[in-house]
């Protein structure tokens, strides 16, 4: 079984110790179950806090997390309870966040995002509001409408890594920015499932006539996004154990070790072109075990780079 990646495990952690805290204690079947973790990876999570300290380091400068059998306590400690101090640098990007999120979509909460930005601003000491200027692609306003008007999409989309554009048809339920980008969460007709397409990635857009039932939008959990439009392809990789970053920077299925040393990877791939940057990076020692028709990918990429500098 692959090991949680670093970053995913951290956000996991994060999340789970002020809930913990909130209902000081609860059980690791309650954990488990509330944040649909296997009951081991939160027994592991959780003998990680318990290692962490800050200075000067001693068991009075713990988190105050103790797993007894079955149940995690929480023992009164000031360091769950200190308010939150920021940085100069930290507060402004903070604020930065917090200014394209409000412009990206109405506040949800009811003015509550605007007041906390307000009360932000204010410490910070800014003599001007802070204005952020998110970049909105062209179909940006039509998909907005298609969404309040609940008509059907018709779009030509430039997948990622795979370089292909797919014709779809898909009924537009939320729009999302992130990280300077905007999302739209849709049902895709093509996949017969929930999907997330990048705004700039729509080659044409065609709003419908058609509209599509309301009610499909309640199949959308209102605080997560499904996975952004791809059409993966499994793959197995042969690599040497030096390769294991593989496991840790991209989502695998599995991961096993050979008593050779090598690791079998199997994992979803977006197409042939991220497959070929891939293997371009592992390098000669790694090969694909199937599916067999993409066997001699690594090899023929690695040609074509060889023949564009020999030219």
Not at 12 to 34: K, M
Not at 197 to 210: G, M, S
Request: with cysteine; charged share 30%.
């Amino acid at each position: 079984m692959a090991r949680p990646r670093a970053d995913v495990r951290l956000a996991r952690i994060l999340n789970v110790i002020p809930w913990v805290v909130d209902r000081q204690g609860a059980t690791i079947e309650e954990i488990a179950e509330r944040f649909d973790i296997p009951m081991d990876e939160v027994v592991a999570d959780l003998s990680l806090v318990q290692c962490c300290e800050i200075p000067p380091y001693g068991p009075d400068n713990t988190l105050g997390i103790a797993v007894v059998d079955d149940q995690v306590l929480v023992e009164p400690n000031a360091l769950l309870s200190r308010p939150l101090r920021l940085t100069p640098a930290e507060a402004v990007g903070l604020l930065a966040a917090g200014r394209a999120a409000e412009q990206a979509s109405p506040d949800p909460a009811g003015g509550a995002l605007s007041s906390a930005l307000a009360k932000l601003e204010k410490a910070i000491g800014g003599r001007a509001p802070m204005e952020v200027d998110l970049e909105a692609p062209e179909v940006l306003s039509d998909v907005a409408e298609a969404i309040r008007n609940r008509h059907r999409l018709r779009i030509e989309y430039l997948a990622a890594y795979s370089d292909e554009v797919t014709d779809r048809e898909i009924d537009p339920l939320r729009l999302t920015n992130t990280e300077g980008h905007w999302y739209l969460a849709a049902w895709c007709h093509r996949a017969g499932d929930l999907r997330v397409f990048r705004l700039d990635r729509i080659r044409e857009l065609e709003v419908t006539a058609e509209t599509f039932d309301p009610a499909l939008g309640e199949i959308l959990p209102p605080d997560e996004m499904p996975p952004l439009s791809v059409d993966r392809l499994e793959v197995v990789l042969d690599v040497p154990t030096s390769a294991r970053w593989v496991s840790e920077t991209y989502p695998v299925h599995s991961v096993d070790e050979s008593p050779e040393g090598r690791l079998r990877i199997r994992m979803g791939i977006t197409g042939r072109v991220f497959l070929e940057r891939l293997l371009l990076r592992l390098g000669p020692e790694a090969r694909v075990v199937s599916p067999p028709e993409l066997a001699e990918v690594g090899r023929e990429a690695a040609a074509e780079v060889l023949a564009r500098y020999s030219r």
